[in-house]
């Protein structure tokens, strides 16, 4: 997490996958639904090279910041810290997260996109 604060600034969440998960809205590259480390490596390759003029795109642990859960096992999240505008508060997240995925709506586009402040593990 180097080079990141966790200063309460809002981020959009573009990627969530922990070993095993099967994710029905999504394919691997060898056609599964189940993903595995190496799947959630070339997914957020995928994502990165995506939407990198929209910032910084980085791979964490769930567990590295934000509201803790109980996950069944290690969580990896791709998030794009923005570098050339902000985001000032949940709803732009949102409405940014529409214009990075304009074809979801609904539950499709929460699963694709969520925005999340950078806070201290809580």
Known sequence: MQDLTLDGSWILQIGSKYEGVVDEREITASGSHEFML???????????DRFADEGDV????????GRQVNLPSTTWVTI?????YSIP?????VAHCSQL??????DDLANA?????????F
């Open 80 to 84: 794009i810290r923005p570098t050339d």
């Open 38 to 48: 190496p799947d959630i490596w070339a997914v957020h390759e995928e994502l990165a």
């Open 58 to 65: 980085l791979l964490l642990q769930a567990t590295d910041f």
């Open 113 to 121: 996109c969520v925005p999340r402040q950078l806070k201290p593990p």
């Open 101 to 106: 995925f304009p074809s979801l709506t609904g």
């Open 89 to 93: 508060d949940y709803d732009s997240g």
